[in-house]
């Protein structure tokens, strides 16, 4: 029986994808003995936990469709509750919106900040406007920009060809956020920069921001006008609407959500079946075990730096080069099942000050069903690079952890520690750092001419969550299904 013309290589949500709208035309490999990718999840002393955390958000009609094809029943949305922890206080995500419980003097800067992020220097305006022959003050407006990053964001949700975040056009008369610094204080001002913005994306990211584009943004900007500001200021305001719910599989975590195309696929799927080398010239790859399997199309989903890498010397210097100035943040997850119920009803809080984590998805919270009974589970998320080394690992990362969650007052001193590991992610972020879409475009380029279509977060070098990374399994899918065609074509 020959194999099907079209390979996948990656059985997380952009292989699964593709591989359910390619039906019998793909043979989907998958390196690890499941599926899910970073939907992973996993069942360990009665919690289970993801291995990263994983939350449905989309509003996009299609992939609603493909979460109720997949999940059925098996789903529960919810308003979300996310926070930030803060000069020792909790205050509601977006910060921007939520300056109420913060320091007086902390939130009269974030407010007087904003207003000058949108109306300019406040303090000259007059002298300004005296200045100008209308007798106007000039005020440079960012309304613009962020309109162009929501449509740069909407259209990585359409799975385009890349993925990236379209170039973000010049605004006349407003000079354009050259970095991700830039952009923080133009949209929100310093308060809210040095408050919160910055040090949270230093932490996160463990490099300069002036070395990140500004497009890292796109669809990502929270921008509450002036009047939602002065009321999250002044009383906890809960904002709830379409944008603040998110679905969560009811049983089994965010592997549910991935197990559900498996009914559905049409191809065949082999698993624990590592890719460890891809000839162009010959249209095969090699596995871990030394069997081969051809294709006439390929789908790679895999990290891009790691395709090149399998290449070898059939790709061009200029493609090594490329890759090899593509930059990632890694992440090393810290799971812990605690012996206390509903420690909190909060689902995820962000941590910009000195915990070791910058994050804590409350995964006890995402579904009940993820805790034993009587425990409660919550992963703390610690971001490290070649540039920004894990100051801890392994038994004293747990410690420290468990110490800072004390801190911050997750946790009380005597709560029991039923579980605790954990888990490493090499691929978690991609940076966007200024060369990074001119050497993504090299790389694209190069592989499209030889029959690979490169597909979703890791494989096109963006920013997809895991509903992008639908879509991009399903514009890959045409596109490896239209190369099909164009080959018949040139044997005809
Ligand atoms: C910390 C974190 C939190 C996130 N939270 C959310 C969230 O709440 N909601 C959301 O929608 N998205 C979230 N995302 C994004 C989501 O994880 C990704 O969009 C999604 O996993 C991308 O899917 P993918 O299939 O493109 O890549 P992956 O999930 O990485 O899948 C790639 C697959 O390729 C396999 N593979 C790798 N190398 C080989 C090889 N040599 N041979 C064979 N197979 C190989 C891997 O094992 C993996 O299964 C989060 C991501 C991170 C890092």
């Known amino acids: 029986m020959s194999s099907p013309p079209i390979l996948i290589v990656g059985a997380g949500p952009t292989g699964l994808s593709a591989a359910y709208h390619l039906g019998a035309d793909a043979l989907l490999v998958e390196r690890e003995r499941t599926v899910g990718g970073q939907c992973r999840s996993m069942a360990v002393k009665g919690f289970i936990f993801d291995q990263a955390p994983h939350v449905m958000t989309s509003n996009d009609p299609y992939v609603l469709g493909l979460y109720d094809l997949l999940l059925g029943d098996n789903v529960q949305w919810q308003d979300r509750e996310a926070w930030v922890y803060s000069k020792s206080v909790y205050t509601r995500y977006p910060f921007q919106a939520s300056l109420y419980g913060l320091p007086p003097e902390v939130v009269k800067e974030c407010l007087l900040g904003a207003i000058e992020a949108r109306y300019g220097d406040w303090r000259s305006a007059q002298e300004r406007a005296r200045a100008t022959s209308s007798g106007e003050a000039v005020v440079p407006s960012l309304t613009d920009w962020v309109s162009k990053l929501a449509q740069a964001g909407a259209s990585n949700g359409n799975g385009s060809a890349n993925g990236n975040a379209a170039p973000l056009a010049k605004t006349p008369g407003v000079e354009p956020p050259h970095n991700l610094e830039e952009i923080i204080y133009q949209l929100w001002g310093p308060g809210i920069a040095r408050h919160f913005s910055i040090p949270y994306n230093r932490k996160l990211w463990g490099i300069p921001l002036e070395e990140i584009d500004p497009s890292i943004l796109a669809g990502r900007v929270p921008q509450p006008d002036l009047s939602d500001m002065l009321e999250g200021a002044l009383s906890d305001t809960h904002q709830s609407g379409p944008s603040s719910r998110f679905g969560y599989p009811q049983h089994g975590g965010s592997q549910a959500l991935m197990n559900g195309f498996l009914p559905h696929l049409r191809g065949p799927i082999r698993l624990n079946a590592d890719v460890t080398r891809v000839s162009v010239r010959d249209h095969t790859v090699t596995f871990a075990d030394g069997s081969t399997a051809t294709y006439d199309t390929l789908i790679s989903t895999i990290p891009l730096p790691e395709l090149v890498r399998r290449l070898s010397d059939d790709a061009p210097l200029e493609v090594r080069n490329a890759a090899a100035g593509l930059h990632h943040v890694s992440l090393r997850c810290v799971h812990l099942g605690f012996g206390r119920p509903k420690l909190t009803y909060k689902h995820w809080i962000y941590y910009p000050e000195d915990t070791v984590f910058h994050r804590i998805f409350v995964q006890g919270n995402a579904s009940a069903d993820c805790n034993p ?50 888990t490493d992610q090499p691929y978690a ?64």
């Not at 998320?381 to 110490?403: H, Q, T, W």
């Not at 969550?465 to 514009?475: M, N």
């Open 373 to 422: 009974p009587g425990g409660f589970g919550i992963t703390c998320e610690v971001s490290y690079s070649d540039r920004k080394p894990l100051m801890f690992d392994g038994a004293s990362l747990i410690a420290r952890c468990i110490n800072d969650c004390r801190r911050v007052g997750i946790i009380g001193d005597l709560v029991p520690v039923w579980a605790a590991f954990t």
């Open 429 to 492: 972020y991609v940076i966007h750092d200024h060369e990074h879409a001119e050497r993504v475009r090299v790389i694209r380029d190069w592989m499209a001419a030889h029959d690979i279509v490169l597909a979703g977060r890791y494989g096109e070098w963006s920013h997809h969550d895991a509903a992008q990374a639908f879509l991009a399994g399903r514009a890959a899918a045409d596109r490896a299904h239209a190369t099909l065609a164009s080959h018949d074509y040139r044997v005809a």
